[in-house]
Structures are given as structure tokens and as C-alpha cells.
């Protein structure tokens, strides 16, 4: 089973700093198309909690991580 800290095969943490990466200079693709990559709205925050696993997502999981978002961490 992966860790908390890790998305699942990476997505997650792939989608996320798509929506909010901030804008990084002297990027290419394959040297093609050098320039700035810059998230969606890099101004933004995110919190991200895992829930879900290989085996599938349980609704306790979810459940506590609205617990964890609302509660403890105050989002």
C-alpha cells in the first residue's frame, strides 16, 4: 500500500501542480517550445488528503478525511 504522502502511482501529485505549480523558466519539451510553464492559477492553495488505495476508496477513509481537512487542519 503507498504511504499517506504519496499519490497513487503519482497522479494526484501530478494533477496538482498542474492546477497550482508555480511558473518555472527555461523549460522545454524535448527542446521544443523553450520557455515558462506556469500552473492554472499558481496563486491558489491546495490541501490534498488520500483517500483512496489500490483497493479501492472506503467511505471511513473519506469521512476521515473531511475530519482531518475540517478539523485539525482548519481548511
Same mark, same amino acid.
Given at each position: 500500500?503507498?504511504?499517506?504522502?504519496?499519490?497513487?502511482l503519482g497522479?494526484?501529485?501530478?494533477? %496538482?501542480?498542474?492546477?497550482a505549480?508555480?511558473?518555472?523558466?527555461?523549460?522545454?519539451?524535448y527542446s521544443?517550445g523553450?520557455g515558462? %510553464?506556469?500552473?492554472g492559477v499558481?496563486s491558489s492553495?491546495?490541501a490534498i488528503y488520500k483517500?483512496?488505495?489500490?483497493?479501492?476508496c472506503?467511505?471511513?477513509?473519506?469521512? %476521515?478525511a473531511f475530519?482531518?481537512?475540517?478539523?485539525?487542519d482548519?481548511v
Amino acid at each position: 500500500m503507498d504511504s499517506l504522502r504519496n499519490a497513487y502511482l503519482g497522479h494526484g501529485t501530478h494533477a %496538482a501542480s498542474t492546477v497550482a505549480g508555480f511558473t518555472v523558466e527555461g523549460v522545454s519539451l524535448y527542446s521544443m517550445g523553450q520557455g515558462a %510553464a506556469q500552473g492554472g492559477v499558481p496563486s491558489s492553495r491546495l490541501a490534498i488528503y488520500k483517500v483512496c488505495y489500490v483497493d479501492g476508496c472506503r467511505d471511513l477513509d473519506l469521512m %476521515a478525511a473531511f475530519d482531518d481537512a475540517n478539523i485539525q487542519d482548519g481548511v
